[in-house]
C-alpha cells in the first residue's frame, strides 16, 4: 500500500487529455512537500518528467503539465501521442516517514 | 552529464546478503547538495525507496528494511554501496542507483540491475 495513491491505470485516444491523480495526506502533499513526476518506458529507468509540482525539465514538451492543491497532485497530458503510453509515478516527502515516497504508478495506455 | 552504473551479482541464495555497488561517473559524491540513493521495484511492481547517503556519511534507510540496509560511501573511488542481509524471495528487485538533488528530485539514475532471490 503505497502512502502517495494512484489509479492504476489511465487510457486515452491519441490527441485526447489525460490526467493522472496522485492522492496523499497532511503528512506529505498537504504538508506542503513539493510533488514530482516521473515517466518510466518498458525496461528502462524512470526520468524525470515534472518537478516542484509544475516545472518542467529541459527538453520535456509543454504537454505535459502539473498542479497541486491541497493533499493532491495531478498530472496532465494533453495531445496524447503512442509514445506517451508507459509508467508515471508521482514521489513527494513524507514527514511521519522522515523520508521521500512513491505512488504506486498508473500505466497509461493509448488506445 | 552524471552517469551512474550499478554492479554486482546478479543471483543471491536466500539468507544471504544482497551487496550493489554504484559508481560514479562525471560528478563528485564528496560535496554536498546531492543524496545518493537506492531505489527498487519489484517485478512488474512500483517504485520502492531503500534509503539514501550524504557525502557526511548521514544516512537514511526506509522504515520497512532499516534492519537489514546498510548504504554506505566511498569517495576515493567515487562509489557507494548497498548492503541488504538475509534476503528473501521477496527482495528479488530491480535495484537502480540514484542521484537526489536537495528539492527531492531524481536527477540521475543507473540503468537497473535485476537480482534474484533464489536457491
Known amino acids: 500500500q503505497s502512502v502517495l495513491t494512484q489509479p492504476p491505470s489511465v487510457s486515452g485516444a491519441p490527441g485526447q487529455r489525460v490526467t493522472i491523480s496522485c492522492t496523499g495526506s497532511s503528512s506529505n502533499i498537504g504538508a506542503g512537500y513539493d510533488v514530482h513526476w516521473y515517466r518510466q518506458l518498458p525496461g528502462t529507468a524512470p526520468k524525470l518528467l515534472i518537478y516542484?509540482?509544475?516545472n518542467r525539465p529541459s527538453g520535456v514538451p509543454d504537454r505535459f503539465s502539473g498542479s497541486k492543491s491541497g493533499t493532491s497532485a495531478s498530472l496532465a497530458i494533453t495531445g496524447l501521442q503512442a509514445e506517451d503510453e508507459a509508467d508515471y509515478y508521482c514521489q513527494s516527502y513524507d514527514i511521519s516517514l522522515s523520508g521521500w515516497v512513491f505512488g504506486g504508478g498508473t500505466k497509461l495506455t493509448v488506445l | 552529464q552524471v552517469q551512474l552504473q550499478e554492479s554486482g551479482p546478479g543471483l543471491v541464495k536466500p539468507s544471504q546478503t544482497l551487496s550493489l555497488t554504484c559508481t560514479v561517473s562525471?560528478?563528485?559524491?564528496?560535496?554536498?547538495?546531492?543524496?545518493w540513493s537506492w531505489i527498487r521495484q519489484h517485478p512488474g511492481k512500483g517504485l520502492e525507496w531503500i534509503g539514501y547517503i550524504y557525502f557526511t556519511g548521514s544516512t537514511y534507510y526506509n522504515p520497512s528494511l532499516r534492519s537489514r540496509v546498510t548504504i554506505s560511501l566511498d569517495t576515493s573511488k567515487i562509489q557507494f554501496s548497498l548492503r541488504l542481509s538475509s534476503v528473501t524471495a521477496a527482495d528479488t528487485a530491480i535495484y537502480y542507483c540514484?542521484?537526489?538533488?536537495?528539492?527531492?528530485?531524481?536527477?540521475?539514475w543507473g540503468q537497473g540491475t535485476l537480482v534474484t532471490v533464489s536457491s
Open positions: 540514484a542521484r537526489v538533488e536537495g528539492a527531492g528530485t531524481v536527477d540521475f
Open positions: 562525471g560528478g563528485s559524491i564528496s560535496s554536498g547538495g546531492y543524496y
Open positions: 516542484g509540482n509544475s
